[in-house]
């Protein structure tokens, strides 16, 4: 009789990951591959923040283990724009028009006090 050999879950446990889908122009769009240890959300507002993407479409946040997933751009943006704000700092140029604008200003369901809830998970 074989026996089945367990393989580890590529399911991240009780983790929230947030991916990018980026826009390549005529090279199509993706989601930018992510390293397990920076698919928190810190980590990405710090990758729009520094421009590690090319032109960022959404972003969508997801847990396995609870069961949900959605897109969660509208609050990265005003993320972004709250910070910028905070430092008296203009958002970066690549991302006010082309990303900014879009998502914190039209697709806003909350004022902008509204602080994204998955920040209040301790990084260990």
């Known amino acids: ?5 367990g393989s580890p879950s590529i399911v991240p446990e009780d983790q929230t990951v947030y991916i990018v889908l980026d826009d390549f122009g005529a090279n199509g769009r993706a ?3 992510t390293d397990a240890d920076r698919a928190d959300l810190e980590a990405v507002i710090m990758d729009m923040l520094e421009r590690q993407y ?10 396995v283990s609870e069961a949900w997933s959605q897109d969660v751009s509208a609050d990265v ?5 709250q910070r910028c704000d905070l430092q008296a700092r203009d958002v970066p140029f690549y991302l006010e028009d082309s990303w900014i604008a879009m998502r914190a200003d039209t697709t806003t369901f ?3 006090e509204r602080p ?5 998970i301790a990084i260990v």
């Open 1 to 5: 009789m074989r026996t089945r050999l």
């Open 31 to 33: 989601y930018r591959e």
């Open 54 to 63: 090319q032109n960022p479409v959404s972003v969508i946040g997801f847990n």
């Open 77 to 81: 943006a005003l993320e972004i724009r």
């Open 110 to 112: 909350w004022p902008r």
């Open 116 to 120: 994204i809830h998955s920040l209040t």
